[in-house]
């Protein structure tokens, strides 16, 4: 066969195949489940993987009212209502939920600088973590946290806190303990302040005021052993804002 003629032949060759394998523009419906349920979890991989995120609830517990965070998501364009797609609006509070905080929350001259989530430290926010139960009776004072025995190197801790039952978090002197005396950069809590509630300015200022040490409240802490995991908590990309929601996970 000679070079002229092997071209068209092969030109005609991936043609056909071509044809074979082309995908149909038309969509279909599977008729294989015509109703799914969807399944939602805490625990995935067989006990490996615990969601410490909270579900969003209108009920859910929120700074801005009494009656609990309310409507947060629309639905402007539906299918059934001629939309090509689904697509939700949302809106709600930035410390709703499990979030993370900036050292711009509660510090202005750090707001004014620019010092949002989206200048939080991954690395700080991904890695090996300690999860410890704190005295149900107490918050997390100087002598609670001296009390814990949490080892230097330590980096990342959550405290499942008497939140539980009620409200309960750092007084400035615990956070002042901290901050003084362990490696900790990462400080989780299990409600929506880190603080108690009589401290609530000057425990996070304790905090806020080096800019080293990220504070993610929030948290889903129930049911879960303690021990050593690896955490991950990834807040949004959000330039100017002073926090964000973030789901976070122990693997262990």
Excluded: Q
Excluded at 42 to 52: A, H, L, P, S, T
Excluded at 122 to 127: D, M
Aim: glycine share 8%; hydrophobic share 40%.
């Amino acid at each position: 066969m000679t070079k002229t003629m092997f071209l068209p032949l092969l030109l005609l060759l991936l043609s056909a195949a071509a044809a074979s394998t082309s995908v149909s523009t038309e969509c279909t419906v599977s008729t294989m489940d015509d109703y799914p349920v969807p399944v939602r979890r805490e625990v995935y991989g067989d006990g490996r993987i615990f969601d410490i995120s909270h579900r969003y609830t209108m009920d859910m517990p929120s700074w801005e009212r009494k009656d609990g965070l309310g409507r947060f998501l629309w639905l402007p364009a539906s299918m059934k209502n001629g939309s090509l797609a689904n697509n939700s609006l949302m809106k709600l509070p930035t410390h709703s939920g499990t979030h993370v905080d900036a050292p711009g929350h509660m510090i202005d001259r750090y707001f004014d600088a620019g010092f949002d989530v989206d200048t939080l430290d991954l690395e700080v926010l991904n890695g090996p973590a300690l999860l410890v139960d704190v005295p149900r009776d107490s918050n997390i004072t100087a002598k609670v946290m001296e009390s814990l025995k949490i080892p230097k190197g330590v980096r990342r801790v959550l405290f499942r806190t008497l939140n539980t039952d009620s409200y309960g978090g750092f007084t400035t002197d615990g956070a002042r303990w901290l901050v003084k005396n362990t490696d900790i950069k990462l400080v989780g809590v299990d409600f929506l302040s880190v603080a108690c509630e009589d401290h609530l300015v000057s425990a996070h200022l304790e905090f806020f005021e080096s800019r080293e040490i990220i504070l993610v409240e929030g948290l889903k802490l129930d049911d879960v052993p303690t021990g050593i995991y690896n955490v991950h908590c990834l807040p949004l990309r959000l330039p100017g804002a002073e926090g964000s929601p973030i789901r976070c996970i122990l693997i262990k």
